[in-house]
């Protein structure tokens, strides 16, 4: 499988929160994870951040995203994409429901090595959508 089938399988497995379990196999046991956003500080590992993405949609249930871009970066081993998420907040979460939607915008930059996702850096404002769905 190329660096970019893996990369779009597992951009599709993360995104509808099928979590590790799934996502696992395209990724090298360790693979690491970085944001700069509050929401995801705590979040060191690949495994951690797509079982976040798994608990998110279980608090905004109908949670989608419109793919912008999907790129390859041969030379440096890097996979980028583009996209916008988009989600209500329905269900449970930090603060009751409160029926709000968020629309924002993130780009995940995937290193790969050996045919492997071995760093994922996610490029996301949180505080924008934290903001819209009513949860500071």
């Not at 590992?45 to 279980?58: A, D, F, S, V």
């Not at 907040?89 to 290193?111: C, E, F, Q, S």
Request: charged content about 25%.
């Amino acid at each position: 499988m190329s660096a970019m089938e893996t990369a779009k399988a597992f951009f599709e497995a993360c995104e509808a929160g099928e979590g590790w379990e799934t996502c696992r196999g395209h990724c090298a046991p360790n693979a690491t994870f970085a944001a700069q956003a509050g929401a995801l500080v705590d979040v060191k590992t690949l495994e951690q951040y797509t079982e976040w993405m798994k608990g998110i949609l279980t608090v905004l249930t109908d949670a989608t995203y419109e793919l912008k871009a999907f790129a390859e970066d041969r030379e440096r081993e890097q996979v980028c994409a583009f996209a916008t998420f988009v989600g209500t907040h329905k269900a449970g979460g930090p603060v009751p429901p409160t029926g709000r939607t968020t629309r924002t915008d993130y780009v995940y930059v995937m290193r790969f090595q050996d045919g492997k996702i071995v760093h994922m850096t996610k490029v996301w404002n949180d505080g924008y959508a934290l903001k819209e769905l009513g949860w500071v």
